[in-house]
């Protein structure tokens, strides 16, 4: 009898990057040249050398979390839990990590996630990063909290492919002015965290009293804006202190609900994207709000402690909206067979983020190519030794675990 799970045969995917290559030049350049790889090609490992490179408190930013750290154990235990089932005698000669997803054609379905006060661990930051996701097309979500302004990072980026992250202020009026200047430089979809109302308990930040906006760093955004730079008594230049004053009583605004969606659907025209979704009823909500996506995300696990891990919440959120809605995963993505399970459980491209915040740290641009080249090289090998050609092939029956 024939074996019913095995599916249809798919087209095969038109030729695209092999990714997988970059292992196979790895070995050539060792064996023509004697030289390793300048940073390791373990993700995981990375950190390290990221922490020998970058200042104390800077490292402690990046990689800390909110309360005992239970939240970022959680993303990675659940990643865990979940293990792959191979597939066997499949042709995986030729393979397609292509998407599309929200009107962005992506190589692969993975952006860089939107992190903020990037300047602490190299001197270019946010510029760096846009130029290397440039390189491998890659998209990256600018942060509101950028040490550069969303216009400088959009020059770097040049034609790469680009969305905004809008950490939504309390003044309408500098809102709608974030909003026009992203669209002005290009970004084509709004991602707006939900989760960073207030800014969690972070112990490791808190022990050296660090919290780098208010030293002017990650408020680019904002010191250029001319609508926040109206409300000042004087310029920021001859008063930096007032104008860090305003950006505080403005960040924050644990107010808002669902009833305000509807201001930023009629200031932005492109695709809007939540942030920090863990619940499918809140899914639900934002699909019934007219929203185009959400991140399935409970930020990397730097603001509650004790939540569930990220991928936990995943299938319930795809069940609940996803034939209607668009729904993307970040929190604990290390490596591309990570990645490779959260596409399996539904989510259509996956954010990737601590992960090139080290490679940025340890080898600035050059680093954070070297990240982006390992995962999606790892991705495609995944893909390939799980019996896939396409990730459009990919579903629940690809893992085991709860």
Known sequence: MADESVPEPAAVPEPAVNYANFSNDIYLNGLLTEQTPALTTDLHALADTARARMSPAAYGYVAGGAGSGRTMAANLESLERRRIVPRMLRDVGTRSLARTVLGTPMPAPVLLAPIGVQSIIH?????????????????????????????EVAEAAGDGPRWYQLYWPKD????????ERAARAG????????DTWLLGWRPTDLDRAYLPFLQRI????????????????????EAPLDAVVHWAGMFADPTKTWQRLSFLRDHWSGPIVLKGIQHPDDARRARDSGMDGVVVSNH???????????????????EAVGDETSVLFDSGVRTGSDVLKALALGAEAVLLGRPYVYGLGAGGQAGVSHVLRCLLAELDLSLALSGHRDVDELGPELLSGP
């Open 218 to 237: 990650g408020i680019a955004n904002y010191l250029s804006d001319p609508a926040f730079r109206a409300g000042l008594a004087k310029p920021v230049e």
């Open 187 to 194: 970004y084509t979809a709004l991602v707006v965290t939900l």
């Open 123 to 151: 001197p270019q930051g946010e510029l760096a990063v846009a130029r290397a996701a440039a390189e491998l097309g890659v998209p990256v979500v600018h942060s509101t909290a950028s040490s550069y302004d969303m216009e």
């Open 300 to 318: 990397g696990g730097r603001q509650l402690d004790g939540a569930i891990g990220s991928l936990e919440a995943l299938a319930p959120v795809v």
């Open 172 to 179: 309408d009026d500098v809102c709608i002015s974030l909003l």
